[in-house]
C-alpha cells in the first residue's frame, strides 16, 4: 500500500524536523516547501497539506496569499500549527491579541467528538510557546478546543477539512495522539 504523501509548509518554525518525524512515525512520506513556494494546488499529489508555526509573520498576509490560496483551494484536509492556525484565521477574518506568555505544557478542554480528538481525552495536555491568541473563530469557524487563556486553542473550519491548534503538537504525547487523529481524515 502507498504512504499518504503529506505536504509540510515550513513557515520558520524552529521544530520542523520533529513536526516531520512525528508525521513520518504516523505512516505519512513528507515533503517540505517554503511558504514563498508553496504550489498552486495538490493535484492529487499530496494527500494532507500541514502548515508549521511561525516567528511573528502571520499577519503579512501579502507574503502568505499563496499559501492561503492553497488551503482555501484544495480539497485535502489542512492542519495549521500554532503560527500556522494563527496565518488561517487572520486570512478568514480572524483577531490576535496579545496575552501572557506560555511555554511548556498546558491544559486544554477539546470537543472528544471531534475525529481531531478521537484519541485523547476530554482534557489534553499540549505543548505552547507563544504570546498570541485568537479570541473568538473567525466566520466560517468554530473552536473546538479552549483554555483559560486561549477561548480558541483548537480551531475547525464549517466543512471540517480545516483545522488548527494554537499548540505544537509535534511535542508531547497528547500533541502526538492528536496528530494522529489528523492522520485519520487522510489515510
Given at each position: 500500500?502507498?504512504?499518504?504523501?503529506?505536504?509540510?509548509?515550513?513557515?520558520?518554525?524552529?521544530?520542523?524536523?520533529?513536526?516531520?518525524?512525528?508525521?513520518?512515525?504516523?505512516?505519512?512520506?513528507?515533503?517540505?516547501?517554503?511558504?514563498?513556494?508553496?504550489?498552486?494546488?495538490?493535484?492529487?499529489?499530496?494527500?494532507?497539506?500541514?502548515?508549521?508555526?511561525?516567528?511573528?509573520?502571520?499577519?503579512?498576509?501579502?507574503?502568505?496569499?499563496?499559501?492561503?490560496?492553497?488551503?482555501?483551494?484544495?480539497?485535502?484536509?489542512?492542519?495549521?500549527?500554532?503560527g500556522g492556525m494563527q496565518i488561517i484565521?487572520?486570512?478568514?477574518?480572524?483577531?490576535?491579541?496579545?496575552?501572557?506568555?506560555?511555554?511548556?505544557?498546558?491544559?486544554?478542554?477539546?470537543?472528544?467528538?471531534?475525529?481531531?480528538?478521537?484519541?485523547?481525552?476530554?482534557?489534553?495536555?499540549?505543548?505552547?510557546?507563544?504570546?498570541?491568541?485568537?479570541?473568538?473563530?473567525?466566520?466560517?469557524?468554530?473552536?473546538?478546543?479552549?483554555?483559560?487563556?486561549?477561548?480558541?486553542?483548537?480551531?475547525?473550519?464549517?466543512?471540517?477539512?480545516?483545522?488548527?491548534?494554537?499548540?505544537?503538537?509535534?511535542?508531547?504525547?497528547d500533541g502526538l495522539e492528536i496528530l494522529?487523529?489528523?492522520?485519520?481524515?487522510?489515510?
Amino acid at each position: 500500500m502507498t504512504k499518504p504523501r503529506v505536504l509540510v509548509v515550513d513557515n520558520g518554525t524552529l521544530s520542523l524536523p520533529q513536526l516531520r518525524r512525528r508525521l513520518e512515525d504516523l505512516g505519512a512520506d513528507t515533503e517540505t516547501v517554503e511558504a514563498a513556494e508553496v504550489p498552486a494546488g495538490t493535484g492529487g499529489r499530496y494527500q494532507a497539506v500541514v502548515l508549521s508555526g511561525t516567528k511573528v509573520r502571520a499577519y503579512d498576509q501579502a507574503y502568505y496569499k499563496p499559501l492561503i490560496d492553497l488551503v482555501t483551494g484544495t480539497d485535502v484536509p489542512v492542519l495549521g500549527i500554532c503560527g500556522g492556525m494563527q496565518i488561517i484565521a487572520l486570512a478568514a477574518g480572524g483577531r490576535m491579541e496579545e496575552g501572557p506568555q506560555r511555554v511548556g505544557g498546558y491544559k486544554v478542554e477539546v470537543d472528544t467528538a471531534e475525529p481531531l480528538f478521537a484519541h485523547v481525552g476530554p482534557t489534553v495536555t499540549v505543548f505552547h510557546r507563544h504570546t498570541l491568541y485568537l479570541r473568538q473563530a473567525p466566520p466560517g469557524f468554530r473552536s473546538i478546543g479552549r483554555s483559560e487563556h486561549a477561548p480558541v486553542e483548537f480551531l475547525c473550519s464549517d466543512d471540517g477539512r480545516v483545522h488548527g491548534s494554537q499548540a505544537h503538537l509535534e511535542f508531547r504525547k497528547d500533541g502526538l495522539e492528536i496528530l494522529r487523529g489528523f492522520a485519520q481524515l487522510y489515510q
